[in-house]
């Protein structure tokens, strides 16, 4: 087997990589070492993070490319170089215009979902992040049976985007909430009516750029682990599989392109190289994701960069699987709490800075305290209002409740007297409107997922009304972010800086752009697809 371009995994990264190589006259193949091809791009809300793209400017956002710099440059600080940083929002722009030429991917801007520092310099409150609009699954044929299933299935009978979950956690509170739930059904619906089987959010991303490889007669092996690369005078050319039982050589002339995921269900890796308590029982990636593409790369020679980190956020342990925690925290009514029986951070903040913040004050596990009016109000998880929380829960202690402030205490081992007195000055800064402690609510970001019913703050309300509720807060992922060093051109770098002829990364086997940073939602696959795109498009002698 012999092709110009061998991409490994079968994500945003490595099937955009491999979209762009076809398109640029090179013989492509895709192999991905899962029996179901998406990755975590598949589970994910599809969010995408590239500034300045022609889907924001058709919508009349007023970006540029010195506002998205000087924002980038503020977030990621002085460790990302900045002709990393240029290329990704160079390429970015450039990525989106391609695949909305060469696939049926189209997008929508996710109006109102702010960047995650909208107040620096840059930064926009209304956001600029897209997500794919519905794709109809017919496109893709039999394909459709071997896409990786979602993280949360959308119910059936339902087109459910990314901009929607924040009016339906508020459909007890705010007549959008109501209208966002007929628009789901409305939606379905109609397509339905055309003879479509719309699918959306990470279906819709990784079946839109399958649909966009079988166009351009690319394959995607299935059930084809890479077992090492293939070395020639010192250039990549080609990697070494596990192909129907047997080990199979598949040559590249031009490239080797790894976008294969991180590492986060190596427990080895895992240990070696992030902070105790870590494991793989937190994350929400996909499962195939083991480090392979990393190793392997590593092996060939490569420097690897921001192995400590990972896309964080805060999970609860859920007997089902790890839930991310993400509207449930920022609705007003919660606090988090530590051991110690006090707040230690901002817990409507960007959901990695609260992970950061857990770790490097060693406040793990820490416990969300909620009451019953909380659980009157919102949905949580896909319960809603009203409904008691499962039994399961309980059980597996994930969550406890008592009906008074000192009983919960007790039950989840902090000092009664310190949670009553971080309740009670909890409750007078919510009425005040005002965290002056930790200032959630100050900024837009905080308030996206919050009760704009909620008064004088839609981000902060008293807990007061029995019975009480204490949820296990663990240091959840949605992938690492540490990998192969790239360069601007996403060739894999050795220690001194020079490039490994032949080899190019992109996506989670890659050092993230963003830093120890996140600049909003799509930090993820922004830059996986860029610079996927990037290193398909590179067409340098090999």
């Not at 599809?46 to 400017?57: C, K, Q, R």
């Not at 699918?199 to 079946?207: D, E, V």
């Not at 195939?288 to 956020?313: C, F, K, P, Q, Y």
């Not at 086997?509 to 610079?531: D, R």
């Amino acid at each position: 087997m012999e092709y110009d371009a061998v991409v490994i995994g079968a994500g945003a990264a490595g099937m955009t990589a491999a979209l762009a190589t076809a398109h640029s006259g090179l013989s492509t193949v895709v192999v991905e070492k899962a029996p179901v091809y998406g990755g975590s791009t598949a589970r994910s809300g599809a969010g995408i993070w590239v500034p300045n793209n022609e889907v924001l400017l058709a919508a009349g956002v007023p970006d540029t490319f010195s506002k998205a710099d000087a924002y980038l440059a503020a977030v990621v600080g002085p460790e990302v170089p900045v002709a990393r940083r240029h290329a990704f929002l160079t390429g970015g722009p450039r990525a989106i215009s391609f695949l909305l030429r060469c696939s049926p991917l189209r997008f929508s801007w996710m109006q109102g979902y702010p960047d995650y520092y909208p107040e620096l310099p840059g930064g926009m409150p209304d956001g600029r992040s897209i997500e794919p609009q519905a794709l109809d699954a017919n496109i893709l044929g039999a394909e459709y049976a071997n896409l990786n299933p979602s993280y949360v299935p959308t119910p059936p009978g339902t087109v459910v985007y990314d901009v929607d979950y924040k009016w339906l956690s508020l459909i007890a509170r705010h007549p959008r909430g109501v209208a966002t739930a007929t628009e789901i059904v409305w939606r379905y619906l109609q397509l339905s009516a055309q003879g479509q089987k719309p699918i959306s959010m990470g279906q819709a991303l990784a079946g839109g750029l399958r649909a966009g490889l079988l166009a351009a007669d690319v394959p995607v092996l299935l059930n084809t682990p890479l077992l090492d690369l293939h070395v020639e005078n010192g250039r990549v050319a080609g990697v070494v599989v596990r192909r129907d039982g047997q080990e199979t050589l598949i040559r590249a002339r031009r490239k080797v392109i790894i976008g294969s995921g991180g590492f986060e269900h190596n427990e080895r890796m895992r240990k070696q190289f992030q902070e105790a308590p870590i494991g793989t029982a937190w994350t929400v990636g996909a499962a195939s994701n083991t480090g392979d593409g990393i190793e392997a790369g590593e092996r060939a020679g490569a420097a690897l960069g921001l192995m400590d980190d990972a896309w964080w956020g805060p999970m609860i342990p859920l007997p089902e699987g790890p839930w991310f925690c993400l509207s449930e925290r920022t609705l007003p009514g919660t606090i988090f709490v530590n051991q110690a029986g006090k707040r230690f951070v901002n817990e409507a903040a960007p959901y990695s800075d609260v992970v950061h913040v857990m770790y490097q004050k060693d406040h793990i596990p820490c416990w969300m305290i909620t009451d019953q009016d909380y659980r009157n109000r919102y949905l949580f998880k896909d319960l809603a209002p009203l409904l008691p929380y499962p039994d399961a829960w309980y059980a597996s202690g994930a969550l406890v409740k008592d009906w008074t402030i000192g009983g919960l205490a007790a039950k989840i081992g902090v000092p009664a007297a310190a949670l009553r007195a971080t309740i009670e000055r909890s409750n007078a800064q919510a009425r005040a409107g005002r965290d002056a402690d930790f200032h959630r609510g100050d900024s837009s970001y905080d308030e996206y997922f919050a009760d704009p019913t909620n008064q004088p703050s839609p981000c902060l309300a008293p807990i007061w009304l029995p019975p009480f509720y204490a949820f296990k807060i663990v240091p959840g992922d949605l992938g690492t972010k540490g990998g192969l060093v790239t360069d601007a051109r996403a060739r894999v770098l050795r220690p001194d800086g020079s490039a490994i002829p032949g080899l190019y990364a992109a996506g989670n086997a890659s050092a993230a752009v963003m830093g120890h940073s996140y600049a909003g939602a799509g930090s993820t696959l922004g830059p996986a697809m860029t610079f996927g795109y990037v290193a398909g498009m590179d067409l340098a002698s090999p």
